[in-house]
């Protein structure tokens, strides 16, 4: 029995993903999961040293998506097409329309593993609920894509490029990462990675975020609907990660009209990268105690599943934890004593040099 039960369970994996959303999260009681071969904590490192070595061409990105054209481009979906065919049984097999719309997004992973810089290097948003979506301003027209590559709306907006009356300036284009939220007819902005024609995916999260504030307050019309401007885009706010100012944000009303679906937490340094990243972490609030002792209001801890209760982390994770911490430690006390050996062989050259003279 227990073996079937294993089995079902294994049928249900949505993904090979470590810590896929999609999933519940892997410290529930009730779930159970492989480990990954690598700690999380362990990729956040390799992401952030490979992203230093990669190059991606966002401009030619970003210009294929705000023009819709994909010529010379090869997909994911292409070179898995090109793998299965089969040239030795010649069949007539209609060919499905890419979705090139499809997973351009920078999507999360459960937050298993708390961040030994957790404080110091990210930050978090508060998530409404609603359907993430991609918003491309181009030529006139305003478009929203679901993460499947679906085209769900189009529209006049007040987003650089977005309706006619700005004229068809193939320069004029915006890419927004947004949670649409149907109750409220807002495009709630999360991120963005081009405005006006500049992609930003190879800046890190601080400056895109800034950034985002910035141009937004450029166009305050856009928060309220009107006949050119049908929908409102709001951007998310963002809080540093220290325990006084989680604990307050969760305290204080919350900064949009609908429901809270969770939150999302960003590494300062992380690139905008296309798919899942351990660099992006998500919980619901009432994982917030347990995962980052962290205090909730009690209205969130009722809205937690029935039964849902989040293991506490196994002794062989606290042990690993605390030696990322101590050697953390220790190499900023090695710092230290470096630049205090340094600064003192320094001031005795200029002794024996003064003697000298």
């Known amino acids: 029995m227990e073996e079937l039960t294993a089995n079902l369970a294994a049928s249900f994996n949505v993904s090979n993903i470590p810590n896929n959303t999609a999933a519940p999260h892997p410290r529930l009681t009730n779930y159970k999961v492989k480990t990954s071969t690598l700690d999380q904590d362990e990729r956040r ?27 010379d481009y090869i997909s994911d979906e292409d070179e898995l097409d090109g793998e299965e065919m089969d040239t030795s049984k010649p069949k007539q097999k209609r060919k499905k329309p890419k979705r ?10 459960w937050l298993v593993e708390v961040p030994t810089d957790f404080q110091q290097e990210w930050i978090t948003v508060l998530c409404p609920v609603g359907k993430r979506t991609l918003v491309v301003s181009a030529r006139g027209n ?6 499947n590559g679906f085209k769900v709306n189009q529209f006049p907006s007040l987003l650089p490029g977005g309706n006619r009356r700005q004229g068809r300036k193939s320069s004029e284009y915006t890419l927004l990462d947004c949670i649409y939220s149907e109750a ?33 307050d450029e166009v305050p019309e856009i928060a309220s609907s009107s006949n050119i401007n049908p929908y409102k885009f709001v951007p998310l706010p963002y809080y540093t990660c220290d325990k006084t100012s989680l604990e307050k944000m969760m305290a204080e009303p919350l900064p949009f009209e609908v429901s809270l679906d969770g939150l999302l937490f960003y590494h300062k340094r992380t690139h905008y990268t296309l798919g899942s ?77 003064s003697q000298m003279e």
Not at 47 to 68: C, M
Not at 142 to 147: E, I, P
């Open 45 to 71: 490192r390799k992401q952030l040293e490979q992203q230093k070595r990669k190059r991606f061409d966002s401009v030619n990105h970003a210009r294929r998506l705000a023009d819709d054209d994909w010529k």
């Open 100 to 109: 090139y719309y499809k997973n351009q997004l920078m999507l999360s992973e």
């Open 142 to 147: 305003t478009s929203a894509y679901a993460r």
């Open 184 to 216: 409220s007819r807002t495009f709630y902005i999360l991120d963005v990675m081009c405005w006006r024609g500049v992609p930003i995916y190879d800046s890190e999260t601080e400056f895109r975020f800034y950034w985002m504030q910035t141009k937004l």
């Open 277 to 353: 990243t351990p660099l992006v972490g998500w919980l619901q609030a009432w994982m917030l105690p347990d995962i980052l002792s962290v205090a909730v209001p009690q209205s969130y801890i009722d809205n937690k599943p029935p039964n849902a209760r989040l293991l506490p982390p196994s002794p062989m994770e606290v042990k690993t934890q605390h030696n990322k911490t101590k050697k953390r430690t220790d190499d900023n006390e090695m710092e230290v004593k470096t630049d205090d050996n340094t600064e003192q062989i320094i001031e005795d050259d200029k002794e024996g040099t």
